[in-house]
């Protein structure tokens, strides 16, 4: 019902800064909690960020507070994750995921994931 389609991977030196975009379909976006995970090779999926769909509320998993920042515009359908001060254990497939209950905290997400995927995109960052 919800189709996520994410771009802007890549491979980045530590310290560095890449943007994600992901463009939603299939609803009404205003109406979509959209968040990102994010799966480390032989580690378990993470919550990383999520954004209510007014784009007024957010929430971050701690280790990237204050480096990675979620936004949204609702006129293009499209959810961004700016990540600044990039380190190697950031390396992960990047997933965009959405939800249309209403907006959960942190580790809620993290317990029990959203409704909705992409197919993630890799990022990589090089020490």
């Known amino acids: 019902q919800v189709q996520l389609v994410e771009s802007g991977g890549g491979l980045v030196q530590a310290g560095g800064s890449l943007r994600l975009s992901c463009v939603a379909s299939g609803r009404t976006f205003s109406n979509i909690v959209m968040g990102w995970f994010r799966q480390a090779p032989g580690k378990e999926r993470e919550f990383v960020a999520v954004i209510s769909g007014s784009g007024g509320r957010t929430d971050y998993t701690d280790s990237v507070k204050a480096r990675f920042t979620i936004s949204r515009d609702n006129t293009k359908n499209t959810v961004y994750l700016q990540m600044n001060s990039l380190k190697p254990e950031d390396t992960a497939v990047y997933y965009c995921?959405?939800?249309?209950?209403?907006?959960?905290?942190?580790?809620?997400?993290?317990?029990?994931?959203?409704?909705?995927w992409g197919k993630g995109t890799l990022v990589t960052v090089s020490s």
């Open positions: 995921t959405g939800d249309l209950r209403t907006l959960y905290g942190g580790s809620y997400y993290q317990k029990y994931g959203m409704d909705y």
